[in-house]
Structures are given as C-alpha cells and as structure tokens.
C-alpha cells in the first residue's frame, strides 16, 4: 500500500481494510468463513476512462499512467474478476486474512527523484 500527499482519510481507510480483512478471517475462520480483499490498483474502469477522456491529451496521460506500471499498461475489469473468481472457488479454500493487490506491479516500482 502506498500513499499520495494530502490523501489521509483514503490512506487510513485503506489501512483499516487491511486490519479489518485479517481480523474477520481470524474471528470467523473456525465457522468456516473466509475473509480477503483485494486492493487494485489504476483500473479501467468507466470512472477512469471518463477522467482519461476529460485530460488535454487523453492518448498521451492513457500512455503516461501505463508507463509508471511495471507492465507498461493499465488492468482491466475483468483481471480482477479473475482474482476475484479464484477466491470465491474451492480451489482457495486453505486461503484467508490476505489481501490482493492488483496493480501490475505499480506498488513494488518506486519512482525516481
């Protein structure tokens, strides 16, 4: 999880998803209930597309936003639901108190001066 200047309440909510997902798998594991989350990073979602389209230039910020990504890109919808699909089948069964991020990496680059 990173942080960005004068984003305190989105900084420490977050902090408080990360807190509230272990301890919902360690209070309700024993009932057989798992809890994750998953935390994603610059989506294409219609929210983003519309602020992309709202930018002077939206091909060069679209650019700009995949090059601080490891990936070189943006994600998609349907790459979290993916991740999303995978925790909610039997197959993560033995999987709980985590939290995903889905970020092509963004929060593992660190930016340079």
């Known amino acids: 999880m990173g942080s960005n200047p004068r984003h305190v309440a989105?900084?420490?909510?977050?902090?408080?998803?990360?807190?509230?997902?272990r301890a919902v798998a360690v209070d309700h594991g024993h009932e057989g209930i798992r809890c994750n989350a998953v935390a994603p990073g610059w989506i294409d979602t219609d929210l983003n597309l519309d602020f992309i389209a709202s930018m002077e230039d939206p091909e060069a910020?679209?650019?700009?936003?995949?090059?601080?990504?490891?990936?070189?890109?943006?994600?998609?919808?349907?790459?979290?639901?993916?991740?999303?699909?995978?925790?909610?089948?039997?197959?993560?069964?033995?999987?709980?108190?985590?939290?995903?991020?889905?970020?092509?990496?963004?929060?593992?680059?660190?930016?340079?001066?």
């Open 61 to 113: 910020f679209k650019r700009d936003i995949g090059n601080i990504h490891p990936l070189g890109r943006t994600g998609s919808p349907a790459e979290v639901a993916a991740l999303v699909a995978f925790l909610a089948a039997e197959e993560s069964g033995f999987i709980t108190g985590q939290v995903y991020t889905v970020d092509g990496g963004r929060m593992s680059k660190l930016s340079l001066p």
């Open 10 to 21: 989105y900084c420490a909510t977050k902090s408080g998803l990360h807190g509230l997902t």
